[in-house]
Structures are given as structure tokens and as C-alpha cells.
């Protein structure tokens, strides 16, 4: 979408007056269709920049004043001056050479002396273009923010022209827009001219325009697809009470509804799953656990939680918003998760810390997660501070470390690409495993 080449190529200096016309109708035509550049603004910028150009190029006063006939879209430019007996520089003509214009005028007088467009000199085309070409940028500018900035929350439908960095510039129409690397979803690969989905997360002017930020990993994009999926939600029957979510991998959702006629749950599902099974098709197989909310924390703990059957959650008195769940041993893993994902988006998604310990089980959570960085940074020969980034992000063996795979294991822990690797391959020799995972 670059500036026609009858714009680069337009002269000032033409002689001919109406093929000159011609090209500027084109240039405002095209820019008017084609860019979305108001009429009016165009026609306004390049009254002022041939103004400012000529000004600087011609021996003229500060006086000059250029207008365009909005019909014909002729160019004329006009010089005020006074008239003095003796002409003295710019802004001033001799009263001999005023009397051959007017006869009556008189020394103080001003007049009005039109300068033909082809006085305005190669020099002030030039810098006339730039102008108009920097004016023409600022309202296209404008026009993107203008648009978008009221489509936050929207998602936008969109063509990949070009990948930098990994980095997505997608076409949205008459726009440009970014989707960055850090909100793809890991899972997912793009090719130049695929169509793409996205929320759009934010629009940001600067100092080289607007930028129309896209997201496939933010929470915000699940809570719109169940928006634009399920009826009852866009009706405001069933409301979005949260969303945590693992991009690329797993997500919660919960819901609750005022009417006792309809289940959220249900609802979201859809007859037979497909409402739920076209969000997933959408995320590439990202796992999405639909929680029905609740006021009670222990029931919406246990609810968050599930497939893990729990023996009983209780509220720790000495610590604010904190939960302890208690569970037999056969669902301790499942109550954690693969990665510690269950406990961790639970934990998020409620806003209560939540401790899992086996039933009967003396141990405090704390006493568990300290063996555990303790065992960690002694098998794997790191330090107790990594181990302890480990452990936090849900890796409390070395087989949850072999199960993950580097990128997700560098993504969800911060840490440098090297350190991830020696971990993987520590966790791997630690479990007799070789490198091909056999």
C-alpha cells in the first residue's frame, strides 16, 4: 500500500495546468479510497506545506497564503506585500511597479499579487512532497488510533504479511498490526499468508504511529471466545466470574448464572461439547477446565480442582487467603497436575494460595516444598535458588522435568535458555533416560 508513483513523481513546475490537476485529483483520490485520509485534511496539508515551502524558497513575506479550489482543484498562491516608494526586500513593492497592477493604489497600501505555480520553483515541490507525505502520515496515523482504540477487548480477523523475530505483522484490512512472540501460543507455527484470529490487547501511539498490539495468550482471549460462542453469555445470562490460564496448554474458567433454569457449566459446553470443542479448535488443543463459581471457597477450591477428588479443604487461620487441601495419596497427582498446572491455575483463578498435602500427612506444604529444592539442587548439582524456581513453577521431580518440554520449561520458569537445557539434560541422566527419551 505505498504512495502512487504520480505522487513522487509530481512537479510543480508543470506547465500545464490541468494535467497538474489531474495528478493531484489521483493523489487525494487514491489517498481518500485507498489510505482513509479525510478529503479535507489532504487538501489542507498540501495547502500548508507548498505555503511553508515556497515561504522558504522564494523571495516572498511571511504574508504568502495558498489556496486550492476544493472543485477544481486548481492551486493559486498569493503574495500580500505593501507598497512603498522604494521596493525594499521582501513583503514590499515599489510604488511604480504597484501602479502597473492598480492604478489608484497608494504608498501603504497592500496588495494581493498572485504567483503563478510555476514560480514556486523545483525546490519547493520537493519539500512540498515531503511535507504532504509527513502530513498524509500524521492523519493515517491518527485514523488507525481513532479506530482502534475503542476495539479493545474485540477480536480481529487478520492475514500474516510478515514475520520479523518471530514477531507476527498481520493485515487487518487498511491496518498493520503486531502480534509479539511472547503473546503467540508456544504450541502454534505461522506462515506468511495465513489467515489468524486474534484479541486485541492494546493500541499504543508513538513516535512511529500507532501500534495495533495483538494477543493469542492473554486470559482476556479465552473470555471473549466463550463470549462470542455461547449465547447465554453474550445475553448476560451466564457471566464470566475468571479465567487463569496456561497459554498453549490448559486454561480454567469460571461461570455462574442468576437463573436456576440454566446451568452455566452446560451452557458452555454445549450440546454434545461442541461450543467448548470449536474454543479448543480455535487455541490448537488448548486443554480448558469449565469451573462452576461459587461464593464458598472451599466448594470453589474443590470445583477448580476437579478431576482430583478431595477428603476435605480447610481455611489456615494464620494465613491470609490460604487454603489446605487434603487428598489420598492416589490423587495427589492429580490433584497438582502435570507440571503442577492444576494446583497452580486453581490457585489463580481463585486467589487463594492452595497447599495439597496426602491425607494423614503431618508434613507441612512448606516442610514439602523445602525436601523438594533440597533434593532437586542435590540430583541435578544447581543451586537451592534455582531449585527453588523449579519447584515453584509446579517441577518437584525430575520426571515432571523430563515430561516438559525446554521452550515451556523456559517460558513458565524465566530462566536463560542454557540453564534450561543442562537441567533437562541433568533430570534425564538422573532418570536413566538417554536423549532420544528411550
Known amino acids: ?27 487525494i483520490s487514491y489517498l481518500e479510497r485507498d489510505r482513509g485520509v479525510n478529503r479535507e485534511i489532504i487538501i489542507q496539508a498540501i495547502e500548508s506545506a507548498i505555503q511553508q515551502a515556497a515561504r522558504k524558497s522564494l523571495d516572498v513575506s511571511n504574508d504568502l497564503r495558498v489556496e486550492i479550489d476544493r472543485k477544481t482543484l486548481t492551486i493559486k498562491a498569493f503574495d500580500t506585500v505593501v507598497v512603498s516608494e522604494e521596493e525594499s526586500g521582501a513583503g514590499f513593492l515599489s510604488l511604480r511597479r504597484a501602479r502597473a497592477l492598480k492604478r489608484d493604489v497608494q504608498p501603504g497600501d497592500t496588495l494581493d499579487i498572485e504567483i503563478p505555480p510555476s514560480h514556486l520553483g523545483r525546490i519547493a515541490a520537493q519539500t512540498a512532497r515531503q511535507m504532504i507525505l509527513q502530513k498524509i502520515r500524521e492523519a493515517e496515523r491518527k485514523n488507525v488510533y481513532d479506530e482502534y482504540k475503542d476495539r479493545i477487548g474485540d477480536i480481529v480477523s487478520g492475514t500474516i504479511r510478515q514475520i520479523i523475530h518471530r514477531d507476527l505483522i498481520v493485515e487487518l484490512g487498511k491496518t498493520e498490526a503486531i502480534l509479539p512472540a511472547k503473546e503467540r501460543l508456544p504450541s502454534e507455527e505461522y506462515n506468511v499468508g495465513e489467515r489468524i484470529r486474534a484479541y486485541v490487547y492494546r493500541v499504543q501511539s508513538g513516535v512511529n504511529g500507532p501500534a495495533v498490539v495483538l494477543s493469542r495468550a492473554c486470559s482476556d482471549f479465552v473470555k471473549t471466545l466463550f463470549r462470542l460462542e455461547v449465547a447465554e453469555i453474550a445475553d448476560g445470562i451466564v457471566e464470566v466470574m475468571g479465567v487463569a490460564r496456561d497459554p498453549g496448554y490448559r486454561s480454567k474458567i469460571a461461570v455462574k448464572t ?29 486443554k480448558i477446565d469449565i469451573v462452576r463459581w461459587s461464593e464458598d471457597i472451599k466448594q470453589y477450591v474443590a470445583q477448580a480442582l476437579a478431576p482430583a ?20 495419596s492416589d490423587q495427589l497427582s492429580l490433584a497438582i497436575g502435570k507440571r503442577g498446572q492444576n494446583v497452580r491455575l486453581t490457585s489463580k483463578l481463585t486467589g487463594w494460595r492452595v497447599n495439597i498435602q496426602k491425607s494423614g500427612e503431618e508434613v507441612s506444604f512448606e516442610e514439602q516444598r523445602e525436601t523438594a529444592v533440597k533434593e532437586l539442587a542435590e540430583v541435578l548439582d544447581i543451586s537451592e535458588e534455582t531449585a527453588a524456581t523449579l519447584v515453584a513453577n509446579g517441577f518437584l521431580t525430575t520426571d515432571g522435568i523430563i515430561d516438559a518440554e525446554i521452550p515451556y520449561l523456559q517460558e513458565v520458569t524465566g530462566l536463560d535458555e542454557e540453564t534450561v537445557r543442562n537441567i533437562w539434560a541433568a533430570a534425564q541422566g538422573a532418570s536413566g533416560v538417554d536423549e532420544a527419551g528411550e
Open 309 to 328: 477428588k478431595l477428603e476435605g479443604v480447610t481455611i489456615d487461620p494464620d494465613e491470609s487467603r490460604t487454603v489446605h487441601v487434603t487428598v489420598a
Open 1 to 27: 500500500m505505498g504512495i502512487p508513483r504520480s505522487f513522487l513523481l509530481w512537479n510543480l513546475e508543470a506547465e500545464g495546468g490541468a494535467e497538474m490537476n489531474n495528478e493531484l485529483l489521483s493523489i
Open 258 to 286: 442468576l437463573d436456576e433454569k440454566v446451568d452455566p457449566v452446560g451452557a458452555c459446553v454445549g450440546l454434545r461439547g461442541v461450543r467448548v470443542r470449536n474454543i479448543v479448535r480455535e487455541l490448537n488443543g488448548e
